[in-house]
C-alpha cells in the first residue's frame, strides 16, 4: 500500500511506517501505481488536480470517497443534471471502474467503529455504488476487512443516495437499516434531477425528497463532510 499527499512524501514516511512493511509513502502517480485499487480522498475542488497528479487509471478500481463540497463545511456544489458525484468522478477518471464507499461517515467514527465486528458487535453498514460488479465485490471485501458491513445499494447513477442530503448518508446505520430507508425508493424512480436541484439549498444531513424515508430513530446522525 502506497499512501500518498498533495505534499512532500516525506511527510507520509512515518505513518507509514507505523503500518507495516507493506506501507510506504509516494507520489500520488506512485500510489496509483501500486496496486488494483486506488482510494481518490481529496476535496471536491481538489479532484481535477488529484486525478492530473495520479495520471492514468487505466484498468484500476477507483474508490470514491469525495462529497460534493464547495470548500470544509461550505455549500454543495453539485454536478450539473443531477449526476450523483460519483458519476462525476467516473466522468472524469473515464478508464477507472469507480465504485462510492467510505464517505458517508465522519472520519473519527470511521476510526472509532471500525472495531466492532471484531469485537463481535454488530458493524456499522457501508453503503456501495458502482457499475462493474466484480469492482463492487472487490470494495465490499476491502470494506468487510474495515470492519464494516458493505451494503450494495445499485449503480454510480443512484450514488447520489449515499452522497450528502441523502436518504443513507451522515447517519451511523446498520445494514437492515440502509436497507429500510432504501426500501420503495430504488432507480430509476428516485428523481434525480429534482432532487439535486432541491439539494443545493438543503441541509447537509437532511433527506431532500419527501419520498425519501424518514430516518429510524436508533440511528445516530453525525456529520460526515
Ligand atoms: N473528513 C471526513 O470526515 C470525511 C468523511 C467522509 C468523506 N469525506 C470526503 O473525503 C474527501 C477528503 O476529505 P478530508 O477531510 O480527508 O480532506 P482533507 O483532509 O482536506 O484532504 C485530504 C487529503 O487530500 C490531499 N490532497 C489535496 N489536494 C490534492 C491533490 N491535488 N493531489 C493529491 N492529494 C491532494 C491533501 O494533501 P495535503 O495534506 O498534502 O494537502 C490531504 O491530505 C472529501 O471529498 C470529503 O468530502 C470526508
Do not use: H
Not at 475542488?45 to 497528479?53: C, F, H, M, T, V
Amino acid at each position: 500500500m502506497v499512501l500518498s499527499y498533495a505534499r512532500d512524501p516525506a511527510r507520509l514516511r512515518d505513518l507509514a511506517q507505523s503500518l507495516g512493511p507493506s506501507a510506504s509513502a509516494g507520489t500520488p502517480a506512485e500510489a496509483a501505481g501500486a496496486g488494483d485499487v486506488v482510494v481518490l480522498s481529496v476535496p471536491w475542488p481538489q479532484l481535477d488536480a488529484a486525478l492530473a497528479a495520479v495520471g492514468g487509471l487505466d484498468a484500476r478500481v477507483l474508490v470514491d470517497t469525495c462529497n460534493p463540497f464547495a470548500s470544509p463545511g461550505g455549500p454543495l456544489d453539485l454536478p450539473a443534471g443531477g449526476m450523483s458525484a460519483a458519476l462525476e468522478v467516473a466522468r472524469r477518471a473515464p478508464t477507472a471502474q469507480v465504485v462510492k464507499a467510505f464517505n458517508t461517515l465522519y472520519f473519527v467514527t470511521l476510526g472509532e467503529r471500525a472495531g466492532l465486528r471484531a469485537a463481535g458487535g454488530v458493524p456499522l453498514a457501508m453503503p456501495v455504488s458502482g457499475d462493474d460488479s466484480d469492482a463492487k465485490e472487490l470494495v465490499s471485501t476491502l470494506v468487510r476487512d474495515a470492519g464494516y458491513e458493505p451494503v450494495d445499494i445499485g449503480g454510480l447513477g443512484g450514488a447520489a443516495r449515499q452522497e450528502p442530503g441523502g436518504p443513507v448518508y451522515g447517519d451511523e446505520l446498520t445494514a437492515a437499516e440502509v436497507r429500510d430507508r432504501l426500501r420503495d425508493l430504488e432507480p430509476p424512480t428516485w428523481p434525480l434531477a429534482v432532487a439535486s436541484s432541491a439539494r443545493s439549498s438543503a441541509p447537509r444531513t437532511r433527506p431532500l425528497s419527501s419520498s425519501w424515508s424518514t430516518p429510524t430513530s436508533s440511528s445516530t446522525p453525525v456529520s460526515a463532510r
